[in-house]
């Protein structure tokens, strides 16, 4: 039998596919009780500058999200992670936060957010909102009181202001370094324009860090989760929750690069365990909404056995896993990964988590060596994490292959972090481009008629990738996707659980879950035959199971090189 991608052809359908009738809105069990459904859900993220403009101004915003859920329907997520949406000067693409609880005009409005939730709920989409609490925008009416204030002055106490270093305060009160570059802290000016206090920022100077031993700090975001829970939303992807909680003496780290180290050092401002008693008051809040809402961590721990505590059965759900992010394509390395996440997650009762992508990193088929050999690893790379057990992540745009955009005009540039790349200027640009949705030319259905194109142009070669051109092309990226994504809701073995190794050649993972399902994944360059687990399900690439073959009496198949393939065992 040869089976070429994907074995069954998808249904025709429009690039805004219609829905089936038996869409329901999320809900307990009939029984009343929790489902869980957060423990293997699917979760698409939406970077909302980038995913559908719908009022034509080549910004994404809610409305557009809105027109285009059911496309998440039919590509077939349970849930949909929408990045920051809240009023903002945008130094950093929204994570710099002006207000909490309202929506910025360019998004759309408090009740284009109210359409969305119910339309999502109705079409049994669950809705998770970003929450940025260890900074805010330097534009927020607290960063202004807290200016105002005298030094040492309530306002000022819900940031963290020092005085400097050096006979005039004119050095910064320690080395910290700014995650985009340069020192940590910036002096302000005291109300009579006389050179005062430094402040925090770990990012951007325009996104002072909050300071979260201020009781008056804690109540506030306490209101901010209610405010959303009671709008409806079922979870929260947590920003930056591993860094709100910062060394009391603000001690020097004594090296400079620290970003280096990030990840994997225990550094003052990062990872300080007080921070678990924030998370703790969190989970009690959501326990107290129907419906299990839950909280996802951008947490950033130097161990996995770390990034475990964040998942506690008190603390919060899920924990993006980094760690399997930066794995490079190698069953080795992979291997490991995998099980050390799993092992840790466990210990606490938690899912792990998979993530390929996200607004922040290159996009993967661009790191696992860009092109045809990319794409196949993405392809494979995809079947791979979508068979583990747990809850997985997809980036927008990962589900049409889309690879990092490398030369993207330099004066449209907008990422503050674009100073530190590695070439000086694309930063995280490149994975932010508006989506191509249909058409022949930039922005690809991303507005409204065409008419404007996106804040970032796509690439001409984008045209060949659009969602409409993959729609009813089986083989195609969002082909594959359709159809894992289908078989991970039906198949029994998939979803939550465990899974067994089978020992297989170096470069290759052969895996089985119950019931009756394997998962064969080819990491190296070169083809590998293997036993034949099964029936093929589905497969990244061309795989030849020939009605016959032996090897020492087994049955054998030749895999070619960078190819998973999910089977039917039984
Ligand atoms: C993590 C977000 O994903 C990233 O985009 C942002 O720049 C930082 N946190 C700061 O909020
Ligand atoms: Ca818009």
Request: hydrophobic share 40%; aromatic share 10%.
């Amino acid at each position: 039998m040869t089976v070429t991608g994907p074995a069954r052809t998808l249904p025709a359908a429009p690039a805004q596919p219609t829905l089936p009738a038996s869409a329901t809105a999320p809900s307990a069990s009939s029984s009343g009780a929790p489902e869980g459904w957060w423990r293997d859900a699917v979760i698409y993220q939406v970077y909302i500058r980038s995913f559908a403009d719908g009022n034509g101004d080549g910004i994404g915003d809610l409305l557009g999200i809105r027109t285009r859920l059911p496309y998440l329907r039919a590509l077939g997520v349970d849930a949909v992670w929408i990045t920051p949406f809240y009023p903002s000067p945008m130094a950093d693409g929204g994570y710099d936060v002006a207000d909490y609880c309202a929506v910025d005009p360019q998004f759309g409005r408090l009740g284009d957010f109210d359409a969305l939730i119910a339309e999502a709920h109705e079409l049994g989409l669950r809705v998770i909102v970003d929450l940025v609490p260890n900074h805010s925008s330097d534009r927020h009416r607290w960063f202004a009181e807290a200016l105002a204030d005298a030094a040492g002055g309530p306002a000022r106490a819900r940031y963290i202001f020092r005085p400097g270093k050096g006979g005039d305060g004119q050095l910064p009160p320690n080395d910290w370094e700014s995650i985009f570059g340069g020192p940590a802290w910036t002096r302000t000016f005291d109300p009579d324009g006389a050179p005062g206090e430094w402040y925090l920022h770990l990012f951007d100077p325009a996104q002072p860090d909050l300071n979260w031993r201020d009781e008056g700090v804690r109540a506030q975001f306490e209101q901010i989760l209610r405010f959303w829970l009671d709008r409806g939303v079922d979870g929260f992807r947590v920003d930056v929750a591993h860094g709100m909680i910062k060394h009391p003496d603000l001690p020097d780290i004594g090296y400079s690069n620290q970003i280096t180290m990030l990840g994997s050092a225990v550094l003052p401002y990062f990872d300080q365990d007080e921070v678990h008693e924030i998370h703790r008051s969190w989970r009690a809040i959501l326990d107290s909404y129907p419906g299990e809402r839950i909280a996802v961590a951008e947490a950033w721990a130097p161990s996995l056995e770390r990034l475990a505590a964040y998942v506690r059965p008190d603390e919060l759900h899920q924990a993006f896993n980094f760690h399997y992010l930066n794995t490079p394509w190698e069953a080795g390395a992979l291997r490991e990964v995998i099980d050390l996440s799993l092992r840790t997650a466990g210990l606490v009762g938690a899912p792990s988590t998979w993530v390929l992508s996200n607004h922040d990193v290159q996009r993967h088929v661009t790191r696992y060596g860009g092109g045809e050999r990319g794409l196949r690893r993405a392809r494979a790379a995809a079947l791979l994490m979508l068979a583990l057990p747990g809850s997985a992540y997809v980036y927008q745009g990962e589900e049409l292959g889309l690879e990092e955009v490398l030369d993207l005009p330099v004066e449209l540039l907008q990422d503050p972090q674009r100073f530190r790349s590695a070439d000086g200027v694309s930063g995280r640009d490149g994975c932010r481009v508006p989506l191509p949705w249909s058409g022949t030319a930039s922005p690809f259905g991303f507005t409204p008629l065409n008419i404007v194109d996106g804040w970032l142009p796509a690439p001409a070669r984008w045209a060949a990738g659009t969602v409409e051109a993959q729609w009813q092309e089986p083989n195609s990226m969002l082909g594959l996707y359709r159809q894992a994504l289908r078989l991970r809701r039906e198949h029994p073995a998939l979803g939550d659980g465990a899974l067994d190794w089978t020992d297989s050649p170096t470069d290759t993972l052969v895996f089985t879950r119950e019931p009756g399902f394997a998962c064969t994944v080819i990491t190296g360059d070169v083809a590998v035959e293997l036993p034949i687990p099964g029936r093929v399900l589905l497969a990244s690439g061309p795989v030849h199971v020939p009605a016959e073959s032996t090897a020492g009496g087994e049955a054998v198949v030749v895999l070619p090189p960078d190819t998973a393939v999910w089977w039917a065992r039984g």
